[in-house]
Every structure is written in structure tokens, then in C-alpha cells.
């Protein structure tokens, strides 16, 4: 359970239409529907800048976003996210409340090195739900902005970075553990549905190399082949 306590010189509280958020995108009738019927409210709750938290900004990461997301129902289409995040040129932390419940979502969002102005957005990361009331910790110590986000993001992801691993070694850590966690989920289940010896050994081979593949990448220093 991670909720940050954001310092009252970061605070903005400030609810923003929903329409605004996709009305210069291009978003489907569908999606529309969803940020309807799955959404009730958006709060830009913070602003996380060198003027509010002293820290100095990075080209990468100039300012951090918080914004509160009152949901309607417990599960969000994933797209809603997207949306916003492509509508906002900074990265973003979110907190989802339902229910008296709350958790902290984000992903990696990083300046595009391919097109000028763009921005990319990796596969988000999730506290699971807890208490809304549950007590919070404050900002993790940081350099810098971009030191601060990492931090947070670290705070995140069941995957603890590395002695001295970049954020985008982490994170592509990341994508490689639950690419692997894909393939064996399907390996699992063909095993279960397969009747013939051979296959079956051929099958619990292949599951032995991705676990260990998950458990070198999962391990808390880098290990050698």
C-alpha cells in the first residue's frame, strides 16, 4: 500500500470537466462512454515542480501530475488512463478512489526520442486497494525531479530496482518479467489440457526455463549465466 501525503505547497484541488481532458484527441464513442459510466470525477489534487517541492527539474521529468480519480465501479478501462496521460505533457501519478478505498497507479512516462513534443507511456504499475484513510508516507528524499519520480515509481512496482540500475533498466526489467509471466500463464494452461506424455515434457521443460528466466530477472542483484 502506497499513498503519498503531498505537502500543502504542492496541493491544486482542482477538478477538471472530463471533456476537456480527450476534447483535443481522438477518442471513440465507446471510450466517451467509458469515462461516463466508469468515471465520476477528476481531481488535479497536485503539482510536484521545482516551485512547490525545491527540487530542481530535468529534461526528462520538468514536473510530476497528481491526479484523483473518483471511479464509479472498482475496475477502470485502462484506455481512460491513456487518454489522460496522452493529454498531459508531464508524467503523472494516480490515485484511484472507490468505496472508501484507494490505491496509487502510474506508469513510466518519458519525453519520445523519436518525435519532438511526443510523449511515452509504459505499462502501469499498481498498489493493490487498501483503506483510503490508511496513513501515508511522505515524498521520498530526492536530488532532483527526475530522481523524485523514480523513487515514486520505485515505491510502485513489486520489482525492487537494482543497486545502481537506471529507471529505464528497471522498467524494462519490468516488461521482460511480465512478458515471461504471459508465457508461462499460457504454458500452464496448455499443460493442464495435454494428454500426451511426450508433450507434457516437452511442455514442463520450456515452463523450468521461463521460471528461471523470471527468477534471474526478479533477483535483487543481477546474476550471471
Known amino acids: 500500500m502506497t499513498l503519498f501525503a503531498y505537502p500543502p505547497a504542492t496541493l491544486v484541488n482542482r477538478v477538471l470537466p472530463k471533456n476537456k481532458i480527450y476534447a483535443n484527441g481522438t477518442v471513440s464513442a465507446k471510450l466517451r462512454e467509458a469515462f461516463v459510466t466508469e468515471l465520476h470525477q477528476v481531481t488535479w489534487r497536485a503539482k510536484l515542480a521545482p516551485e512547490t517541492v525545491r527540487l530542481a527539474a530535468t529534461p526528462v521529468v520538468p514536473e510530476i501530475q497528481i491526479f484523483e480519480l473518483a471511479l464509479r465501479q472498482a475496475d477502470l478501462n485502462e484506455a481512460i488512463l491513456r487518454t489522460i496521460d496522452d493529454a498531459i505533457p508531464f508524467p503523472i501519478l494516480f490515485e484511484l478512489h472507490f468505496g472508501g478505498k484507494a490505491r496509487t497507479l502510474a506508469a513510466w512516462k518519458r519525453?519520445?526520442?523519436?518525435?519532438?513534443?511526443?510523449?511515452?507511456?509504459?505499462?502501469?504499475?499498481?498498489?493493490?486497494?487498501?483503506?483510503?484513510?490508511?496513513?501515508?508516507?511522505?515524498?521520498?528524499?530526492?536530488?532532483?525531479?527526475?530522481?523524485?519520480?523514480?523513487?515514486?515509481?520505485?515505491?510502485?512496482?513489486?520489482?525492487?530496482?537494482?543497486?545502481?540500475?537506471?529507471?529505464?533498466?528497471?522498467?524494462?526489467?519490468?516488461?521482460?518479467?511480465?512478458?515471461?509471466?504471459?508465457?508461462?500463464?499460457?504454458?500452464?494452461?496448455?499443460?493442464?489440457?495435454?494428454?500426451?506424455?511426450?508433450?507434457?515434457?516437452?511442455?514442463?521443460?520450456?515452463?523450468?526455463?521461463i521460471k528461471d528466466g523470471i527468477a534471474r530477472l526478479s533477483a535483487q542483484h543481477e546474476t550471471q549465466d
Open 111 to 209: 519525453p519520445s526520442e523519436a518525435v519532438a513534443g511526443k510523449w511515452v507511456t509504459g505499462t502501469y504499475l499498481a498498489t493493490p486497494w487498501a483503506p483510503a484513510d490508511s496513513p501515508r508516507q511522505g515524498l521520498p528524499v530526492a536530488l532532483d525531479m527526475a530522481s523524485l519520480y523514480e523513487r515514486m515509481l520505485d515505491a510502485l512496482t513489486p520489482l525492487p530496482s537494482r543497486r545502481g540500475e537506471t529507471l529505464r533498466d528497471h522498467m524494462e526489467r519490468l516488461e521482460q518479467v511480465r512478458g515471461l509471466e504471459v508465457e508461462l500463464d499460457k504454458l500452464e494452461r496448455r499443460l493442464a489440457q495435454e494428454r500426451q506424455f511426450n508433450r507434457k515434457v516437452e511442455i514442463n521443460s520450456k515452463l523450468r526455463a
